[in-house]
């Protein structure tokens, strides 16, 4: 028996392959199983190869698998694409309609299923997913009746019937390879799993729970790829808490009215990608010198232009970091897990209030649509703090107004809401004096740029720099951020049995930086390497720029869509220790 092992489903987009995926996972992950999955797809409504790939495990897993066991091809076009991965003596399940072939060179088992025709006796070849579902499942030798089960809370809204006839699909499709393949096949069998099911979720849904756990109750967006999903998932659910969800016309539209809507003093939230949040720039500015409260998601994606809107890619940093015009105080932080998706959130919200900020949360692709278990997250630990929010304003004599940008020796101004009784104070994007009248006296400008740049400087939120440096002098200290830090794992369990003493850091604050933390790691390690999806090693330049170390620092990129794979990271970083 093994105790982990990696299954593929690949078609043409819109012909069933994530459905296949959502009921095949749903079912393990009822058993207890821990799964992390990969989705490949078109930037494309319909049409063009899709694969989604999921790693099953009966310990906790945090990034894809090398290689496959099992390919589920509904065309020739996925065998080719992707039997390279298959590990020696895999399987490969395939449609029998195409005539399936196996790639000269590859050793693996094929069995040529008529999945369409089953399909299609059943009514429609709409069920296909189902017959190969049931195919790759009983390879498996697990209880089919678990398996029905997903199938049923998939189908059950459209009635008895139609769930009838999808597990008699999945039942067809099991019993027909294993009469190919004289029964379940042992090499393939599963360890048990401890049967406790956990939260199995893509970061987005995360993202999008723990903003309502913090408070907010509207978002305004613009559907984008990778970011869509947060829209969706709160288009269910905020209305369930008295918020709802605004489709702006585009993302200029989105950003402005999350900013008018935090001004008012709702928690209002935006979500895009790289494009969106170039849109956004001059906003964000406006936020700043506002010092407007702002929370805004960008989940990454390959650039620059359109790009490759449904691949991977780190690139966004340097524009989130750098893209406003002037100088602003912002918060730049990235989850590196779905319960971070979860609990940055909440903390983004407070920091943005606590210090009246921009925080822009940043994630990328595959963090953002993988889809992966992770434990029962600690609502306990939800606390909302909204800073300096001023609820009892004295009452205001003549032409007084409220000092809403008054000097402070933290920089942080006392905020009030639109209607407050002895709040009235003026707000424009230009400079301005401690009411907010505009002002272009030098002396002013200079003391109002210096209120708002120190209101940063005590700034470090939770896991600021995420440490697993089991070695105080290690051979090679591995650095990334966002979706890398499972591979990384991975990737440094082979340099350990290898001798090579390693440490691991994930950086998840990265504006404004955490040098001082990160120094006392960098001193300590013999060689850095700093592991990024993108073509110009920009975390990289901002660990150079603010602590220095340049020579022993060296860069792992890549920028071709895809993700790191364990062994990538293993064979070059042993290169370099």
Same mark, same amino acid.
């Given at each position: ?475 090679? @200290? ?7 830090? &499972?591979?990384? *794992?991975?990737?440094?369990? !082979? %340099?350990?049995? +290898? #001798? ?38 920009? @975390? ?7 602590? &220095?170390?340049? *020579?022993?620092?060296?860069? !792992? %990129?890549?920028? +071709? #869509? ?16």
């Amino acid at each position: 028996m093994i105790s982990q092992l990696s299954w593929k489903i690949g078609g043409q987009q819109g012909e069933g392959v994530e459905s296949t995926d959502r009921i095949f996972s749903t079912a393990l992950n009822r058993l207890g199983y821990y799964l992390y999955g990969y989705r490949h797809f078109s930037s494309r409504i319909k049409g063009g190869h899709t694969n989604n790939k999921i790693r099953i495990s009966t310990k906790p897993i945090r990034a894809i698998s090398d290689d496959l066991d099992i390919l589920v091809a509904f065309d020739q076009e996925s065998i080719d694409l992707n039997a390279r991965e298959l590990r020696q003596g895999g399987v490969i399940v395939a449609d029998a309609k195409f005539d399936p072939t196996v790639p000269e060179g590859i050793d693996a088992r094929l069995f040529a299923v008529p999945i369409t025709k089953m399909a299609e006796e059943l009514g429609t070849s709409l069920m296909k997913n189902m017959v190969a579902s049931g195919a790759s499942w009983a390879l498996l030798g697990l209880p089919l009746e678990v398996l029905g089960k997903a199938v049923e809370e998939e189908f059950g809204r459209k009635g008895p019937a139609i769930v009838e006839k999808n597990i008699e699909a999945v039942k067809r499709g099991a019993e027909f390879v294993l009469e190919q393949a004289g029964g379940p096949l042992d090499e393939f069998k599963l360890h048990e799993a401890d049967g406790k099911q956990k939260l199995f979720m893509i970061g987005n849904e995360a993202i999008g729970l723990g903003s309502i756990a913090a408070g907010c109750r509207l978002m305004s967006a613009y559907p984008i790829t990778p970011a869509s999903e947060i829209m969706e998932y709160l288009i269910k659910k905020l209305p369930k808490f008295g918020g709802t969800v605004v489709q702006t016309e585009d993302e200029i539209a989105a950003v402005t009215m999350a900013i008018g809507a935090n001004y008012a003093g709702v928690r209002t939230m935006t979500a895009s990608a790289g494009p969106g949040l170039s849109l956004m720039m001059e906003a964000i500015g406006l936020a700043g010198m506002t010092e407007t409260p702002l929370v805004i998601v960008n989940t990454q994606r390959g650039g620059p232009s359109t790009g490759l809107p449904t691949k991977q890619e780190q690139s966004d940093l340097n524009a989130m970091v750098y893209g406003t015009h002037g100088e602003i105080p912002k918060v730049v932080i990235a989850p590196a897990s779905i319960e971070d998706c979860f609990y940055d959130m909440i903390e983004a919200f407070n920091v943005s209030e606590q210090y009246q900020v921009p925080v822009i949360v940043m994630t990328d692709l595959q963090l953002s649509l993988g889809k992966q278990s992770c434990e029962p997250l600690d609502y306990s630990k939800v606390q909302i703090s909204r800073g300096k929010l001023v609820t009892d304003a004295p009452a205001l004599e003549g032409p007084e107004l409220f000092k809403r940008y008054e000097l402070t020796d933290d920089g942080i101004s006392p905020r009030v809401l639109p209607g407050e009784k002895g709040g009235l104070h003026h707000v424009t994007g230009v400079e301005h004096d401690e009411v907010g009248r505009p002002s272009e006296n030098a002396v002013n400008r200079q003391r109002m740029m210096d209120k708002r740049l120190k209101k940063l400087n005590d700034l470090s939120i939770r896991d600021a720099i995420r440490v697993d440096a089991p070695n105080e002098t290690p051979d090679l @200290l591995m650095i990334g951020m966002g979706s890398t830090g &499972g591979t990384i *794992d991975a990737a440094r369990a !082979l %340099l350990e049995q +290898d #001798g090579v003493k390693t440490g691991h850091i994930t950086v998840r604050q990265i504006h404004p930086f955490p040098t001082d933390a990160l120094k006392l790691y960098l001193e300590k390690a013999k060689k850095v390497v700093v592991i990024e999806n993108n073509a110009t090693a920009q @975390l990289a330049g901002q660990i150079k720029m603010y602590t &220095g170390f340049s *020579d022993k620092i060296e860069s !792992l %990129l890549k920028y +071709d #869509g895809n993700p790191f794979l364990p062994l990538e990271v293993y064979k070059a970083s042993k290169e370099l220790s």
